[in-house]
């Protein structure tokens, strides 16, 4: 090949390319892996990518945290390198989001589990520790529940109004917004776990299981719940401030704020690595994050951050991700998990 006619194919790749990516050819420049997504899987993430900057001469990712919800619309907005390469989060992809994906040219997503997490209740050393049960939990935190044989707007202002036994503290709960992993999860195992409990809306769930979903996932509105954005640090920080409340969020804060916080029994269980790791505790939930395919080989190293973050060093049982509160995959499904993600084997749905 000729220098001219070169020129020309280096001229139209790069064309091609910029095209493919939705892209001047200046941002084709970007060397950096982008991480967004769940507040509970960054401080995991950021572990990893300060490892990864560290020991390759890939420089290190960046990690935002964005909340779970936030961070994949943010990844389903399209292929190219204005969108993020990486989305960690705090449940499983919903089928709803993997179709936003589709429609928007992402269709190629691989899926990687990283690990377990309990969600717990937890309030400051300073006070009694507070020991619930599901159903208390939603009649404290239920926009409506049920008195009377009806359902009526929540009337319970303090924790003993719902139970003679717990304590007389008002009920103030702070709490992760619509957008946060932790939040879907919270209403899914423990508000309507609460709420299967309830004769009631029990009878509810098996005449209409869309209503009753619509009941026990709705928290109230008036000044109970309070959300603390995707920050779970700034609610350790109430905590602290107000030992009377309560804040719900990942273990791995609990186990890095030990010194000053506590963890409320549930169902008589508490939020330890072990109880989480056995099921015991109920309250607990799969942790993931999700690699855009079409941006490797494009965008560097991120094979090379799949290769580190999967890797019994970092994921394993005495993994530097545990020291950190992950709860760790069993090693049989580590190594299926790595072999898939280094295999770049694309997700599939029901």
């Known amino acids: 090949m000729n220098r001219r006619c070169a020129s020309e194919f280096v001229s139209g790749l790069t064309l091609a390319l910029a095209l493919g990516f939705g892209l001047a050819s200046p941002a084709l420049a970007r060397d950096q892996i982008r991480v967004v997504g769940s507040s509970t899987v960054f401080p995991f993430a950021t ?90 939990i939603f009649l404290a935190l239920a926009k409506q529940v049920p008195v009377a044989g009806k359902l009526v707007p929540n009337p319970y202002r303090r924790w003993r109004d719902i139970v003679p036994t717990l304590p007389d503290f008002e009920i103030e709960v702070f709490g992760p917004p619509p957008t946060s992993g932790t939040r879907d999860a919270f209403v899914e195992l423990a508000m309507e776990g609460g709420a299967k409990k309830i004769p009631l809306l029990e009878a509810l769930r098996a005449r209409d299981k869309r209503a009753f979903k619509a009941l026990a996932h709705a928290i109230r509105e008036d000044g109970a719940y309070i959300e603390a954005g995707e920050n779970d640090n700034l609610i350790v920080q109430k905590l602290e401030a107000n030992p009377a409340a309560l804040g719900v969020f990942g ?12 963890g409320s029994l549930v169902g008589g269980r508490t939020p330890s690595f072990e109880n989480i790791t056995s099921g015991e505790y109920g309250i607990s939930r799969s942790l993931y994050f999700y690699i855009k395919k079409a941006h490797v080989g494009v965008v560097p190293g991120i094979v090379e951050y799949l290769r580190e973050f999967t890797s019994a060093r970092a994921m394993g049982e005495v993994g530097y991700l545990a020291d950190k509160g992950l709860i760790p995959l069993p090693a049989p499904e580590l190594r299926a998990q790595r072999d898939a993600a280094l295999a770049l084997t694309p997700l599939s749905l029901p």
């Open 251 to 262: 273990f791995s804060f609990l186990d890095q704020n030990g010194d000053r916080l506590q």
């Open 47 to 136: 572990a990893v990518a300060e490892r990864f900057g560290r020991s390759t001469a890939f420089r290190t990712p960046v990690v935002e945290s964005t909340g779970t919800g936030g961070g994949l619309k943010l990844f389903c907005a399209g292929v190219g390198l204005q969108h993020p390469d990486v989305s960690n989060a705090s449940r499983r992809i919903k089928k709803s989001e993997v179709e936003q994906c589709f429609a928007n040219g992402v269709r190629e997503i691989v899926e990687v589990r990283i690990g377990y997490d309990g969600i717990v209740i937890a309030n400051s050393k300073r006070a009694r520790r507070f020991e619930l049960h599901e159903e208390q």
